[in-house]
């Protein structure tokens, strides 16, 4: 059974980092492609970026809101995948989800929820 | 950047009756080397993370009750429930996965009339 559990959010001050990790189970890791959700309180989803398998070489893909100031970064000997938030905005303030995706299909965490104060 | 499009943006359907989603993409996202559509559809229930129900835009999840289907194809896809029943209440959202950025849909919100 996949299994995505985020961990790493809270509260951080405009201009701060923070890094979210995704721990996954139940899959290989380097088979898949990974990707970060976020969503705003109230608000839709924002899909954040995405790292392919080690087939595709790794290649990594930021949403342009984020890019420059997000990093993606996996280690699958730990089946582990991050996200290193750096010059956080209020507007960052989110829930973020790991999702992995598996011929096709989407599996999604429970969520780490963010918050950047001003 | 590939838009989508849900229509309506909230629906009430009474308790039985069918309930339709629709979800426009601004650019085709069929894919011809494989003739598959790279659409989810996901419903969101209130205090949970996104449960996916269809993907390749008409293959639904394992689990899944068979009132829900998927269709369409190419730029124009629908999200039907064939016989709403009350733990249907939920936001749903269309995905399309075949080119980056992955865009959403903003979202249905689907209550009881």
């Known amino acids: 059974e996949v299994q995505l559990v985020e961990s790493g959010g809270g509260l951080v001050q405009s201009g701060g980092s923070l890094r979210l990790s995704c721990a996954a189970s139940g899959f290989t890791l380097s088979d898949h492609y990974m990707d970060w959700v976020r969503q705003a309180p109230g608000k839709g989803l924002e899909w954040v970026g995405r790292t392919k398998n080690k087939a595709n070489s790794y290649t990594i893909e930021y949403a342009a809101s984020v890019k420059g100031r997000f990093t993606i970064s996996r280690d699958d000997s730990k089946n582990s995948l991050y996200l290193q938030m750096n010059s956080l905005k209020t507007e960052d303030t989110a829930l973020y989800y790991c999702?992995?995706?598996?011929?096709?299909?989407?599996?999604w965490g429970q969520g780490t929820l963010v918050t950047v104060s001003s | 950047d590939i838009v989508m499009t849900q229509s309506p943006d909230s629906l009430a359907v009474s308790p039985g009756e069918r309930a339709t989603i629709n979800c426009k993409s601004s650019q085709t996202i069929l894919h011809s080397s494989n003739n598959k559509n790279y659409l989810s559809w996901y419903q969101q229930k209130a205090g949970q993370p996104p449960k996916l129900l269809i993907y390749?835009?008409?293959t639904r999840e394992s689990g899944v009750p068979d009132r829900f289907s998927g269709s369409g194809s190419g730029t124009d896809f629908t999200l039907t429930i064939s016989s709403l029943q009350a733990e249907d209440v939920a936001v749903y959202y269309c995905q399309q996965y075949y080119s980056s950025p992955y865009t959403f849909g903003q979202g249905t919100k689907l209550e009881i009339k």
């Open positions: 390749w835009a008409s």
């Open positions: 999702v992995c995706w598996i011929a096709g299909a989407a599996y």
